[in-house]
C-alpha cells in the first residue's frame, strides 16, 4: 500500500479535531461520511455501503463501506459503530488494503518520512 498517497485526505480530518484516535477501542472517533468522504476524496470510488439496524428500536447501529481506486487497485474498508446513547460518538474502524489504519501506524509513517 502507498499509506502515503491516502494519508492526507484523513490527515485533514485529524488536523481539524473531526477524528480521533480512541485507544481501548482500536478505533476512531469520528463522523463516518466525514472518512468516507476523505477516502473518496483520496481516489477511493465506493462499491459497498450497508447499514445495520438495531432489533430492539430499528434505529442505525453502523455500517460498512468499501471503496476501490482505480488507479492504484488499492481498497479501503470503513466500519462503524454507533455507540450507545450515553454517548453521541460513532467509532470508525479503517483498513486500507487490508491493514489497519491505527493511530500507531499513521504516526510510524509520519515519522519515517517519504520513502
Known amino acids: 500500500m502507498n499509506f502515503e498517497t491516502h494519508m492526507q485526505s484523513i490527515d485533514d480530518l485529524r488536523g481539524h479535531g473531526k477524528m480521533t484516535w480512541l485507544e481501548s477501542a482500536h478505533g476512531w472517533i469520528a463522523a463516518a461520511?466525514?472518512?468516507?468522504?476523505?477516502?473518496?476524496?483520496?481516489?477511493?470510488?465506493?462499491?459497498?455501503?450497508a447499514m445495520t439496524t438495531s432489533r430492539r428500536d430499528l434505529r442505525p447501529a453502523g455500517g460498512v463501506w468499501q471503496g476501490v481506486n482505480g488507479s492504484t487497485g488499492?481498497?479501503?474498508?470503513?466500519?462503524?459503530?454507533?455507540?450507545?446513547?450515553?454517548?453521541?460518538?460513532?467509532?470508525?474502524f479503517i483498513t486500507i488494503d487490508g491493514e489497519s489504519f491505527q493511530s500507531s501506524v499513521v504516526e510510524e509513517k509520519r515519522n519515517r518520512g517519504p520513502s
Open 74 to 92: 488499492s481498497v479501503a474498508s470503513t466500519v462503524w459503530v454507533d455507540r450507545p446513547s450515553s454517548s453521541p460518538d460513532t467509532i470508525v
Open 33 to 49: 461520511e466525514d472518512i468516507i468522504n476523505a477516502l473518496a476524496d483520496a481516489g477511493f470510488v465506493e462499491c459497498k455501503r
